[in-house]
């Protein structure tokens, strides 16, 4: 139980921090569609598609900055 690859524990860090991002990312868009159907589009629920780019973004670099650490530094 107590021997736990260190490396390992990294790698599914990064890759569950860009899950999140991408995520919340895609949440978002959808919930402006909702909440505008909800209200009848009285409210501006645009704002919501500014945090969307950037955890797309945020995920993004994550994920690469994983893949390059998986691919280049541990050779798997």
């Given at each position: 139980?107590?021997?736990?690859?260190?490396?390992?524990?990294?790698?599914?860090?990064?890759?569950?921090?860009?899950?999140f991002a991408g995520g919340i990312g895609g949440v978002s868009v959808d919930i402006d569609h909702i909440l505008s159907a909800?209200?009848?589009?009285?409210?501006?629920?645009?704002?919501?598609?500014?945090?969307?780019?950037?955890?797309?973004?945020?995920?993004?670099?994550?994920?690469?900055?994983?893949?390059?650490?998986?691919?280049?530094?541990?050779?798997?």
């Amino acid at each position: 139980m107590g021997n736990i690859n260190k490396r390992y524990c990294y790698l599914w860090k990064f890759a569950l921090l860009a899950g999140f991002a991408g995520g919340i990312g895609g949440v978002s868009v959808d919930i402006d569609h909702i909440l505008s159907a909800i209200t009848g589009g009285k409210i501006p629920w645009s704002f919501l598609h500014q945090p969307v780019i950037a955890m797309f973004l945020v995920g993004g670099i994550f994920a690469s900055l994983g893949g390059l650490l998986l691919s280049l530094v541990l050779r798997r």
